[in-house]
């Protein structure tokens, strides 16, 4: 049985515009899931959060 192949999942945060920063989770340059939010630490935080939800996801 082959073994999976290993993925790298990036979270990346952004400045858009004056009073809004952009998060996205990325493979490679395939964009997985990205909002945006009023402060950078929120961003941040949404990102992460959307990350573990990823890694979360139960693949059989």
């Known amino acids: 049985m082959a073994e999976?192949?290993?993925r790298l999942l990036e979270v990346a945060v952004s400045?858009?515009?004056?009073a809004r920063w952009k998060w996205n989770?990325?493979?490679g340059i395939v964009e997985i899931a990205a909002g945006y939010e009023v402060?950078?630490?929120?961003?941040?935080?949404?990102g992460d959060?959307?990350?573990f939800a990823l890694l979360s996801i139960s693949r059989k």
């Open 25 to 27: 989770v990325s493979e």
């Open 15 to 18: 400045q858009s515009g004056q």
């Open 4 to 6: 999976p192949a290993i």
């Open 49 to 51: 959060s959307a990350l």
């Open 39 to 46: 402060t950078r630490k929120a961003a941040q935080a949404e």
